[in-house]
């Protein structure tokens, strides 16, 4: 299979030694607003008269380590965590590159500003704290165009997609389109942590509305100002999201979480495909994941069975989508259900959870 080209606006290549370099086809202002490929100081002199960057720059080259080194000491400087974590945001949406570098080497500093709690309170101010574009948000507005909606992402090789409907937080509840910041900072965690390429991934937010009065009638509010999608209409929904995936990345898995899903509660389950559910590394909650074209065939054997589905996770993260999945229901089943027993035998309590970035998984044929 040809390789996919990673965006129309750059691509990675690998010179005549092997060495992978990327090819930008852009210059000038431009090169530098596109923060995938905007290496700031960093850009050689050399670099800066090909790409007609001469003039946009401090005078100054720095390397990596001394942009890493000095945008961390504005970091340290700032005074509160919401405002450290809107200095990496900031970061994030100026040079990607250094954020993830600078990340990497202050890990466990910036763990709890990228995520949990810091985010949190990052999801419940968001609309005040909205600076750039990040990822992609589907909406009322524009799902019945979603093929159309999705070309529009620069990204054209997309493999890792996080996408929520906010509906339940963090356990802070409805956060509306708020919760966009949610599937921000996972990713961030997935490319450092996970060594996930940020070249191949893409944030979601399926803001189907919100319940919350006082949202609806912010006037700052930037999501949708209607009620949430219930029933049909979010079971809809949810399958023009997932089709249009479909549609153009084929091998991508979608990852959402119960916590911020209203999967779990709504009984939204998309058109048969198996489900992965995994447990977050940062904060051990559960979280499911759909790939559009299922398992290969080669990969449906275990222990002579036939695997068609798969759940990973403990007590009602599991049943929730293991029973409707099996019972071939798109909505929960009583607890009478025939699969009682198989929900009866997934692990119990919370204290006897993995230790973080551990993945419990139950197979079921």
């Known amino acids: 299979m040809p390789r996919k080209r990673v965006s129309r606006l750059f691509d990675l290549k690998e010179d005549d030694h092997g060495r992978q370099y990327m090819e930008v086809y852009l210059d000038g202002i431009a090169l530098l607003r596109l923060v995938l490929s905007n290496k700031g100081t960093a850009f050689s002199y050399e670099e800066r008269v090909a790409l007609r960057l001469g003039g946009l720059l401090p005078p100054q080259y720095n390397t990596l380590e001394q942009q890493i080194e000095r945008v961390y000491e504005g970091f340290v400087q700032a005074p509160t965590d919401i405002d450290k974590y809107q200095y990496l ?11 993830y570098a600078l990340l990497e080497k202050h890990l466990d500093e910036m763990l709890p500003i990228v995520y949990t709690p810091t985010v949190g309170a990052a999801v419940q101010q968001f609309s005040a704290l909205y ?7 589907y909406s009322p507005l524009n799902i019945d165009r979603a093929d159309q909606t999705l070309e529009c992402y620069p990204m054209e090789d997309v493999r890792m997609i996080v996408a929520t409907d906010s509906s339940a937080i963090l356990g802070i509840g409805d956060q509306g389109y708020g919760g966009l910041a949610i599937p921000i900072g996972k990713m961030a965690l997935y490319t450092v942590g996970g060594g996930v390429s940020p070249f191949h991934t893409m ?7 919100t319940d919350r009065m006082d949202l ?16 049909d209409d979010y079971y809809k929904f949810l399958d023009q999201f997932v089709d249009a995936v479909w549609k153009r990345w084929p091998d ?28 977050h590394p940062g904060n051990g909650r559960r979280g499911p994941c759909w790939h559009p074209r299922g398992l290969p065939p080669s990969q449906r054997k275990l222990e002579g069975r036939d ?9 009602r993260g599991g049943r929730g989508v293991g029973n409707p999945r099996r019972a071939g229901s798109r909505r929960p089943q009583p607890c009478g259900s025939p699969f009682a027993g198989v929900c009866a035998r997934l692990p119990g309590p919370s204290s006897h959870r993995p230790r973080h970035g551990r993945v419990q998984t139950r197979i079921f044929a």
Request: proline share 8%; charged share 25%; hydrophobic share 35%.
């Open 89 to 99: 945001r900031a970061v994030q949406e100026r040079q990607e590159i250094l954020f």
């Open 131 to 137: 600076q750039n574009p990040r990822g992609l948000s």
């Open 203 to 209: 944030p979601v937010a399926l803001d189907v509305g």
């Open 216 to 231: 609806i009638n912010d006037p700052n509010y930037l999501g949708v100002r209607q009620k949430r999608l219930r029933g």
């Open 252 to 279: 991508a898995v979608i990852q959402g979480s119960f916590e911020d899903c209203g999967i779990l509660r709504a009984g939204a389950v998309p058109r048969p495909r198996p489900f992965i559910q995994r447990r």
């Open 307 to 315: 695997l068609r589905h798969s759940w990973c996770g403990r007590r």
